[in-house]
């Protein structure tokens, strides 16, 4: 890996770039082959199998198996390519982003309603960092 | 000799795709987005357009992680809707422009846009959902489409800038075709918006005003956003605004703003719409 990209300290965020791509590639496959019908009934049948039939690593059939979203994006997963999976599921877009973000649908629904995620607090990673501290510290 | 007559930037949510497909737009949810539209709907009747290029990207449905082209030009006489999943929207197959797409691919090729051509391709909601908030659900789609799939889903996509300039070199290859053609090039994706991670939701308004309003008047002052101010201040997948700019470069560097309209939220996004006409 080179040095650190300055897109490092945007907070709760995954940039998918190359290295990323690389490393998650055959994840990425995997979940684009849930585009066949036929596909997804194999995966169902066997989760396990189906997923030994790709390349991946043991910790990425885990978080696979696991629906282990954000471990997904964190072993190279994509969100467009996870999107084959939760689909597979029937899931939602808005399901996935609720688990993601620790919130159960209806509150992360409301907080869409309410105008999203505001940017205020959000756009660093020392932002978040400060909010644990106080959050600890009671 | 054809010519660019007007540009349309629209967010392309897939929900909004499962909304009309399933007969919801009814809803109060998604009546206000497709309220939104119904100016559009009477403007693009009016214009009626000949042929429409339109800017957007493919979410892994024609490119897995195999092969992924930076600017892909359609160039086939017809594209097939995509299943994504859950079988092909149940929208009319889209048709191209060979001739002007096999133009505007030599001649911006010549002019220095190293741009892949794509003879077969699948296209998925990037696509259709434009057209949908556009016209409908008609039997046929009224007129040619030429797909431009731009890479925004592997970090990096193409700088604002570049895809500014590409617009410019579309416009140029438009207008030296030598068929009376009127085009109106889409720009699609975006607004704000963030589908991944603990940050997921992120929405910020004040950017997407802003960029709105430069769109329509100060589009040289956008190709200067860095990649990682819209990763910042838009979310992971607002980057995807780079493909607007690409619709902006093809009109005159004056445009009149016919509508304009600004939603939040749709499922994540925010959504936004303009629409610029070129004065003569």
Redesign the interface.
Known sequence: MGKPN??DD?????????QR?RQG?HL??F??S??KAENRAAFKANERAYLDRYPMTEEQKQAVLDRDW?RM?SLGG????L??LF??DGK???YV?AV???STQEE?AQ???N?????EG???TAEWEKKQEWKKRG | MARIVAGVATSHVPAIAAALDLGKSGEPYWKRVFDGYQRSKEWIRKVDPDVIILVYNDHASAFSLEIIPTFALGCAAQFPIADEGWGPRPVPAVKGHPELAAHIAQSVILDEFDLTIVNRMDVDHGLTVPLSLMYGQPKEWPCPVIPLAVNVVQYPPPTGRRCYHLGRAIRKAVESFDQNLRVVVFGTGGMSHQLQGPRAGLINKAFDERFLDAIARDPAALTRISHVEYLREAGSEGIELVMWLVMRGALDDEVEEVHRFYHVPASNTALGHIILENRK
């Open positions: 300055e897109y945007i907070p709760g965020t995954t940039v998918f770039d190359a791509s590639y990425n496959m979940c684009m849930l585009m954000n994006i994509n969100i467009y390519f999107a084959k689909f597979t939602s877009f808005q982003a993601m973000t620790g992360y907080m869409m309603l105008g999203g995620r505001p940017p959000n756009r660093y």
